[in-house]
């Protein structure tokens, strides 16, 4: 009788490369905060709103090198599920994985994410007082025109040398 020898046969590995984080540094050129109310005739009947609070910020890049000059557009959208209601028993995004989405592709340059609603009426206040100039989106390293961004910050000033 034949010996059955036992063999591996899950394959190749793959190879995994590890995380590299970037860190872009945007220049505030102009700005808009936008606000809109509506009824919900959903499914819960015309007795619920909706409301939306977005930042919309036109700047342009200055670090990385890669993408210094050019221009960017950003939305910060504003979310009332990122932070605790005490009221309510489940508050929490399951798993969430990052703060937003950077997309580089081509020309194109845009980043979308979510910020807690009540922080956007002080962004903007500091905005529009020349307080904050710069933000910056720090994430993972882009991968096909798209970068996970994992945090979100606002300041004042820049100074190259600190990066």
């Known amino acids: 009788?034949?010996?059955?020898?036992?063999?591996?046969?899950s394959g190749p590995m793959r190879r995994k490369y590890g995380e590299t984080f970037w860190t872009f540094i945007v220049e505030v050129m102009d700005w808009e905060l936008s606000y809109s109310?509506?009824?919900d005739e959903g499914k819960y009947g015309s007795a619920?709103?909706?409301?939306?609070?977005?930042?919309e910020i036109k700047g342009v890049i200055r670090l990385p090198d890669k993408y210094a000059e050019k221009e960017i557009d950003a939305c910060f959208?504003?979310?009332?599920?990122?932070l605790p209601d005490k009221n309510r028993k489940s508050y929490r995004i399951s798993n969430p994985i990052c703060v937003g989405e950077l997309r580089l592709q081509g020309?194109?340059?845009?980043?979308l994410g979510g910020i807690p609603i009540e922080s956007l009426p002080t962004i903007a206040s500091m905005l529009e007082t020349k307080r904050i100039k710069y933000f910056d989106l720090h994430g993972l390293s882009p991968r096909w025109g798209h970068a996970k961004i994992k945090s979100v910050g606002f300041f004042?000033?820049?100074?190259p040398d600190d990066y």
């Open 48 to 55: 619920w709103f909706s409301d939306s609070l977005h930042l």
């Open 107 to 111: 020309e194109k340059r845009q980043f």
């Open 156 to 159: 004042r000033d820049y100074n």
């Open 77 to 82: 959208v504003g979310s009332r599920d990122m």
């Open 37 to 39: 109310i509506r009824l």
């Open 1 to 9: 009788m034949a010996e059955v020898k036992n063999r591996n046969r």
